[in-house]
Nanobody, 122 residues
Framework: QVQLVESGGGLVQAGGSLRLSCAAS????????MAWFRQAPGKERELVGA????????RYADSVKGRFTISRDNAKNTVYLQMNSLKPEDTAVYYC???????????????WGQGTRVTVSS
């Protein structure tokens, strides 16, 4: 079992930065692929970024490449999402997820946090 708790969301102006954190409990954290998804009102949940258990492989949505960086610290059981150059279209609830495959599919992730809201004002 893996339990996930996100933090770091909030209100920021366009062009600003935020760093989201996801603290995981459970001894198997380091064996899981970790990911950040987001869901805007009226839209489907989409992958933002994912990182392999070692941190050696990452995957990003085209819309955030070059602006967002996913990282993890297995010693702290924590995964991060550094978000720079934020845009109003980045406004969404951001969810942390854990799974066994580095994939974009929401169905491949077994554990989810409760979400943290990010609002980017223009």
């Amino acid at each position: 079992q893996v339990q996930l708790v996100e933090s770091g969301g909030g209100l920021v102006q366009a062009g600003g930065s935020l760093r989201l954190s996801c603290a995981a409990s459970g001894r198997t954290f380091s064996r899981h692929v970790m990911a950040w998804f987001r869901q805007a009102p009226g839209k489907e949940r989409e992958l933002v970024g994912a990182i392999s258990w070692s941190g050696g492989s990452t995957r990003y949505a085209d819309s955030v490449k070059g602006r967002f960086t996913i990282s993890r610290d297995n010693a702290k059981n924590t995964v991060y999402l550094q978000m720079n150059s934020l845009k109003p279209e980045d406004t969404a609830v951001y969810y942390c997820a854990a799974g066994l495959k580095l994939t974009t599919s929401v169905y491949e992730y077994d554990y989810w946090g409760q979400g943290t809201r990010v609002t980017v004002s223009s």
